[in-house]
C-alpha cells in the first residue's frame, strides 16, 4: 500500500480507502454484520488505513459496524463520517457529531463531512460550526462531499476546507474540467467514490452474467441505463485488454487509473468480499504505461461523449 498527506493537515491516508457504504445496508444488499467486521479488518491488516463511513449509511449501521471492526486500532486509522444534509444547523450539527462518535466508539473524528449541500441551511452557520469543532478537537479535518466549485469556494470563506469527495472514475469526469484544478491549486485533498462506477468497471455486467435484481437502486441510475451499458462496452473491452496484459482485473486497472490522475489523494473503493478487497488493495502497486494511460483516457472520453 502506498501513503499520502491529506490536503494541508499532516494526516495520512492509505491511497486506497475503504469504503463502508454497503456494510450498512439500506440501498444494498448488505452480508452479516459478521463477514464485513472481517472484511474491514483484513483491509486493516493489509495496509488500507483510511475509512469512511456516513451517519446516512443503514441510519447509522455503517458507523457501528466500522466502530466495532477497529477496535484496538484506534490511533493507527484514519476514520471519515458524514452529517446529513438536515443536520447541518449548528445545534443539529453538534448532536449528529455525538451519535456519531458514539456509533463509532471513538472520540473524535479524523474527518468530518458534509454529505450534501442544503441550500436552506446557511453554508456560513455549518462551516463556522465545523471550525469550531475543528479547534475543540473534535474532529481534525473538515470536508464537502458533492459540492460544486461555487459551493466549495463559497465554504471556503469561512474556514480551511482540507478535503473534498466528489465522484470520480473513468465512466464520470466532470471534475477534471474547473474543481479538480481548483483543488490542486489550493492544497485540497480529493476522495473519489463510486471508484469503480458503483461495479461497471469490474466488468461483471458486461463479460459476467451479473443482473441488478429488481430492487436494486441502481436500476435506475443513469450509468446503467441498458442503451448506455451498451455504449460503455469499448471501454470494459480496453479494460480487459490491459488487465489481460498485466495480469490483472478489471477493477485494478480501473482504480490503477484513478491513483494516476493528478490531483486525486485516494480512491475510495467499498467491497463485502474478501476476495475482491484484496485485489482491490493490489491496484494501488499496478503500473500502467504511458501508452495505457493514453488508451484509456481517449476511449473514457469518447464513452462519456456518446452517454
Given at each position: 500500500?502506498?501513503?499520502?498527506?491529506?490536503?494541508?493537515?499532516?494526516?495520512?491516508?492509505?491511497?486506497?480507502?475503504?469504503?463502508?457504504?454497503?456494510?450498512?445496508?439500506?440501498?444494498?444488499?448488505?452480508?452479516?454484520?459478521?463477514?464485513?467486521?472481517?472484511?474491514?479488518?483484513?483491509?486493516?491488516?493489509?495496509?488500507?488505513?483510511?475509512?469512511?463511513?456516513a451517519e446516512?449509511?443503514?441510519?447509522?449501521?455503517?458507523?457501528?459496524?466500522?466502530?466495532?471492526?477497529?477496535?484496538?486500532?484506534?490511533?493507527?486509522?484514519?476514520?471519515?463520517?458524514?452529517?446529513?444534509?438536515?443536520?447541518?444547523?449548528?445545534?443539529?450539527?453538534?448532536?449528529?457529531?455525538?451519535?456519531?462518535?458514539?456509533?463509532?466508539?471513538?472520540?473524535?473524528?479524523?474527518?468530518?463531512?458534509?454529505?450534501?449541500?442544503?441550500?436552506?441551511?446557511?453554508?456560513?452557520?455549518?462551516?463556522?460550526?465545523?471550525?469550531?469543532?475543528?479547534?475543540?478537537?473534535?474532529?481534525?479535518?473538515?470536508?464537502?462531499?458533492?459540492?460544486?466549485?461555487?459551493?466549495?469556494?463559497?465554504?471556503?470563506?469561512?474556514?480551511?476546507?482540507?478535503?473534498?469527495?466528489?465522484?470520480?472514475?473513468?465512466?464520470?469526469?466532470?471534475?477534471?474540467?474547473k474543481?479538480?484544478?481548483?483543488?490542486?491549486?489550493?492544497?485540497?485533498?480529493?476522495?473519489?467514490?463510486?471508484?469503480?462506477?458503483?461495479?461497471?468497471?469490474?466488468?461483471?455486467?458486461?463479460?459476467?452474467?451479473?443482473?441488478?435484481?429488481?430492487?436494486?437502486?441502481?436500476?435506475?441510475?443513469r450509468?446503467?441505463?441498458?442503451?448506455?451499458?451498451?455504449?460503455?462496452?469499448?471501454?470494459?473491452?480496453?479494460?480487459?485488454?490491459?488487465?489481460?496484459?498485466?495480469?490483472?482485473?478489471?477493477?485494478?486497472?480501473?482504480?490503477?487509473?484513478?491513483l494516476?490522475?493528478?490531483?486525486l489523494?485516494?480512491?475510495?473503493?467499498?467491497?463485502?468480499?474478501?476476495?475482491?478487497?484484496?485485489?482491490?488493495?493490489?491496484?494501488?502497486?499496478?503500473?500502467?504505461?504511458?501508452?495505457?494511460?493514453s488508451?484509456?483516457?481517449?476511449?473514457?472520453?469518447?464513452?462519456?461523449?456518446?452517454?
Open positions: 500500500m502506498n501513503y499520502t498527506k491529506l490536503g494541508q493537515t499532516g494526516i495520512e491516508v492509505s491511497r486506497i480507502t475503504f469504503g463502508c457504504w454497503e456494510l450498512g445496508g439500506g440501498m444494498w444488499e448488505k452480508a452479516a454484520d459478521e463477514v464485513n467486521i472481517k472484511a474491514i479488518q483484513t483491509a486493516f491488516e493489509n495496509g488500507v488505513t483510511s475509512f469512511d463511513t446516512a449509511y443503514g441510519n447509522g449501521h455503517s458507523e457501528q459496524i466500522t466502530g466495532l471492526a477497529l477496535q484496538g486500532k484506534r490511533r493507527e486509522c484514519v476514520i471519515a463520517t458524514k452529517v446529513r444534509k438536515d443536520n447541518l444547523k449548528a445545534a443539529d450539527l453538534r448532536r449528529a457529531v455525538e451519535k456519531s462518535l458514539s456509533r463509532l466508539q471513538t472520540d473524535y473524528l479524523d474527518l468530518y463531512y458534509i454529505h450534501w449541500p442544503n441550500p436552506e441551511i446557511p453554508l456560513a452557520e455549518t462551516i463556522t460550526e465545523m471550525d469550531k469543532m475543528r479547534a475543540e478537537g473534535i474532529i481534525r479535518a473538515i470536508g464537502v462531499s458533492n459540492f460544486s466549485l461555487a459551493q466549495l469556494e463559497e465554504a471556503a470563506n469561512y474556514a480551511r476546507i482540507d478535503v473534498i469527495q466528489p465522484e470520480y472514475s473513468l465512466l464520470q469526469r466532470d471534475i477534471e474540467t474543481l479538480l484544478p481548483y483543488c490542486r491549486k489550493n492544497s485540497i485533498a480529493v476522495m473519489s467514490y463510486s471508484s469503480i462506477a458503483k461495479g461497471i468497471l469490474t466488468g461483471a455486467f458486461h463479460l459476467g452474467k451479473a443482473q441488478l435484481k429488481e430492487d436494486d437502486f441502481r436500476r435506475t441510475r450509468l446503467f441505463l441498458p442503451e448506455h451499458l451498451e455504449k460503455e462496452t469499448e471501454l470494459i473491452m480496453l479494460l480487459k485488454e490491459i488487465a489481460d496484459s498485466q495480469k490483472a482485473t478489471l477493477s485494478q486497472i480501473a482504480i490503477s487509473w484513478l494516476r490522475q493528478e490531483g489523494t485516494s480512491a475510495i473503493v467499498g467491497t463485502q468480499s474478501e476476495k475482491h478487497l484484496l485485489e482491490n488493495i493490489q491496484a494501488s502497486n499496478i503500473r500502467l504505461t504511458p501508452a495505457e494511460l488508451q484509456l483516457d481517449q476511449v473514457s472520453r469518447k464513452v462519456l461523449a456518446s452517454l
